[in-house]
């Protein structure tokens, strides 16, 4: 190989690795720092106020590549993750420069090299996605105490204002913390139509959305929100029954679709490692890549068209 080329391969990887393993070190004493300054103030393990990313209150962008920079910066804002997007896509990319050169060190193939870099770099990206799915459940899961909460403070005669403020001292995270954001913004002035508005950005549940809903036609219009919120409860609860239901179901054909989807790539993998003059006929002929771009395309529709019919809109 080039020794010019190698030496500009292993400066950026130096350069990648510096820059990933300082940022996260910048977190970490960070994170420590924080978490020293809310045992004084007899909130440890909670996330501060000051410290909740306000990327949802930003506007959408207008160009396409402003849109995708928006949505990786809200996918590792609700990942819960202590962590900066230039951080996550840094770390992103040693991923795959770690992947990407242990290969090409191995085998010595660009091929394979640029395979292994993108799959290394796919696999953060992942558990970030797996990361934010879980939080958002966690929060359908905390949504139904939140709103019997709710209407006991109610009962209890406090306004609305109080009663989000009680539910952000008394709820845990994840959800706790929005509420306590909420609160935050009524007191510095906000309305309560606009923080219901930030909190249903940040908080992107259906179920959410209603809470505000109902919220706001109560302040307009006035009626009895304690009956309500515990209707709203009740109804929450039975969606998260059915959804629980609904998934073990379909727990087999969601499997079995994952198993098939990922046969064909491993496959290709193997004879890539194991059989790399075997496996270089489908790159070295125009023939071969439209087998594998065809390939493909077909797998990722099937498995479209699969989980399509998995899912639920209850």
Do not use: H, K
């Not at 849109?67 to 990942?79: C, W």
């Not at 900066?84 to 091929?111: D, H, K, N, T, Y």
């Not at 403070?153 to 995270?173: F, N, T």
């Amino acid at each position: 190989m080039n020794p010019d080329l190698m030496a500009l391969l292993v400066f950026g990887f130096a350069a990648c690795l510096i820059a990933a393993v300082g940022l996260l070190a910048r977190d970490v004493f960070g994170r420590a720092r924080r978490q020293a300054e809310e045992r004084v103030s007899g909130r440890l393990g909670e996330t501060g106020i000051s410290q909740l990313p306000t990327i949802f209150d930003e506007p959408p962008a207008r160009s396409w590549l402003g849109r995708l920079d928006q949505r990786f910066n809200r996918l590792v804002a609700e990942t819960g993750l202590e962590m900066e997007p230039a951080g996550a896509f840094l770390l992103m990319i040693l991923c795959g420069l770690v992947l990407g050169g242990s290969l090409f060190v191995w085998r010595e193939q660009i091929l394979l090299a640029i395979g292994g870099m993108a799959a290394g770099m796919v696999v953060p990206l992942v558990y970030m996605v797996i990361r934010r799915n879980r939080r958002r459940r966690a929060m359908q899961e905390q949504l139904p105490d939140v709103l019997d909460l709710l209407a006991r403070g109610v009962r209890a005669g406090e306004s609305i204002d109080q009663a989000i403020a009680l539910v952000g001292e008394d709820s845990p995270p994840p959800l706790g913390i929005e509420f306590r954001r909420c609160a935050r913004q009524m007191e510095m002035g906000l309305s309560l139509q606009a923080a219901m508005r930030s909190l249903v950005r940040r908080v992107p549940l259906m179920e959410a959305r209603i809470m505000a809903s109902a919220l706001l036609v109560q302040r307009a219009s006035g009626g009895n929100l304690a009956t309500t919120m515990e209707r709203l409860a009740a109804v929450v609860r039975d969606r998260l029954s059915y959804r629980r239901q609904f998934r073990a179901t379909t727990a087999a054909g969601r499997y079995g679709a994952t198993l098939i989807a990922l046969v064909a790539p491993l496959v290709l993998a193997v004879m890539a490692i194991w059989q790399p003059d075997y496996a270089a006929n489908f790159f070295r002929e125009p023939f071969g890549w439209i087998l594998i771009g065809t390939a493909f395309v077909l797998n990722l529709l099937g498995v479209l068209w699969v989980f399509s019919m998995l899912r639920t809109d209850y």
